[in-house]
């Protein structure tokens, strides 16, 4: 498992401009975004909640534990690199934890939230999940629902689904991305009621495909496509690198979250 994706050295980008803000559901804060470069080269950085006073969250850190999730997988996905720097939001300079990730649209693709392809294309009496399946994504579908499941991810709207369409209006599904407000990003710093986060609640989640439950919208994917297994042995390399982005309590309460929901649905794999 390679750990380059964290840059422990604070790195200078108080030139970037964090003018994109955007509010996710069940949040009172926002997520401030920036970007930097064009075309294949463009590089987009992500903050943690944001409170309009300060960063309060920790959901950049979610997203490289789901990108080596999913790397471990084998499930396709956006990459994410943690970066520690300095930045300035609105004149006030702090540092921080940050992402960056690579632009992954190909050149002359246009990206659509699937909320509005599916308004676009839908058929009379199709649902999201059988438009999904019509144009040959359901296995993407299905992998996105065991992510989000093992994730514990809160917030995946149609935004955060996105379809990418070249010239000639041939779609395809863009990789999973955006999977921050997961695991203990609402307990960012309420670290007794992180503590005592039960492994397998059946949060409520925004799924633009699926219901509010997590685990229904797991059963309701199985079987799934074949994917990598995950061992207790994969705890190290999944955390590699992280102990100065979250207390050591945070992280182990971490491991036990995917580690626990992982073998329920080793469980209900394997008794389907």
């Known amino acids: 498992m390679r750990t380059y994706d964290v840059i422990k050295t604070t790195q200078d980008l108080t030139g970037l401009s ?9 949040t009172a804060g926002t997520y401030l975004k920036a970007r930097s470069g064009s075309g294949a080269r463009m590089i987009y950085y992500k903050l943690s909640h944001y409170n309009g006073t300060r960063i309060d969250g920790h959901e950049c850190v ?8 999913m790397r471990m997988l084998g499930i396709p996905h956006l990459e994410y690199r943690l970066i520690h720097a300095r930045v300035d939001i609105d004149g006030v300079e702090t540092v921080t934890w940050l992402n960056s990730s690579r632009n992954f649209r190909k050149p002359g693709e246009r990206k ?13 009496g199709e649902t999201p999940y059988e438009l999904c399946r019509r144009f040959g994504w359901e296995n993407d579908i299905k992998l996105m629902m065991l992510v989000d499941y093992l994730m ?10 996105e379809v990418l369409v070249d010239r ?14 997961s695991l203990l ?12 986060f039960e492994p397998l609640s059946d949060v409520g989640t925004t799924n633009y ?3 509010r ?9 199985l079987p799934l496509p074949e994917v990598g297994e995950l061992r207790e042995s994969d705890r190290e390399a999944l955390l590699a690198n992280l102990k100065e982005t979250l207390p050591q309590s945070y992280l182990a309460k971490i491991w036990e979250i995917i580690w626990g929901r992982w073998c329920h649905y080793e469980e209900l794999r394997d008794h389907r």
């Open 18 to 26: 964090w003018s994109e803000r955007a509010a996710s559901s069940g």
């Open 62 to 69: 979610n997203e490289v534990i789901a990108s080596r999730l």
């Open 112 to 124: 659509q939230g699937l909320g509005l392809f599916f308004d676009l294309n839908k058929e009379d």
């Open 152 to 161: 514990v991810n809160r917030d995946r709207h149609d935004l955060n689904i």
């Open 168 to 181: 000639s209006g041939v779609p395809r599904l863009a990789p999973i991305f955006d999977t921050g407000l």
């Open 185 to 196: 990003a609402p307990f960012a710093d309420r670290e007794e009621m992180a503590m005592g």
């Open 209 to 211: 495909i699926g219901s």
């Open 213 to 221: 439950s997590l685990e229904e919208n797991l059963v309701s994917a």
